[in-house]
């Protein structure tokens, strides 16, 4: 069964920068798709963070990350990045990348158009 992989999460103080990957376990190729990250805090939604097209050159934010996110992509090793720099209390929560089901799609901010899921990568941020 294809699996998405995050790594990269853990514990960082207010103003710290961690960088979160994914990978694609069981050899597929997302290179056709576009990918997401998500979050999601206890007792919350799970909400949109960032999505880049199948072929990198476009990316869309949420407004509360704009500006401290980046998301990146490398189809060459089937990994999707989310560098997250001067991060806040409130970016704590559990971060997931996703795969939009369509192919050759710009992406989506909804959790319903994505198809793979990954288990997720715990951050949190200390004041």
């Known amino acids: 069964q294809v699996q998405l992989v995050e790594s990269g999460g853990g514990l960082v103080q207010a103003g710290g920068s961690l960088r979160l990957s994914c990978a694609a376990s069981s050899g597929r190729t997302f290179s056709e798709n576009a990918m997401g990250w998500f979050r999601q805090a206890p007792g919350k939604e799970r909400e949109f963070v960032a999505v880049?097209?199948?072929?990198?050159?476009?990316?869309l934010y949420a407004d509360s990350v704009k500006g401290r996110f980046t998301i990146s992509r490398d189809n060459a090793v089937n990994t999707v990045y989310l560098q997250m720099n001067s991060l806040k209390p409130e970016d704590t929560a559990v971060y997931y990348c996703?795969?939009?089901?369509?192919?050759?799609?710009?992406?989506?901010?909804?959790?319903?158009?994505?198809?793979?899921w990954g288990q997720g990568t715990q951050v949190t941020v200390s004041s």
């Open positions: 880049i097209n199948w072929s990198g050159r476009d990316a």
């Open positions: 996703a795969a939009d089901a369509r192919l050759y799609y710009r992406g989506s901010l909804y959790p319903r158009d994505y198809e793979f």
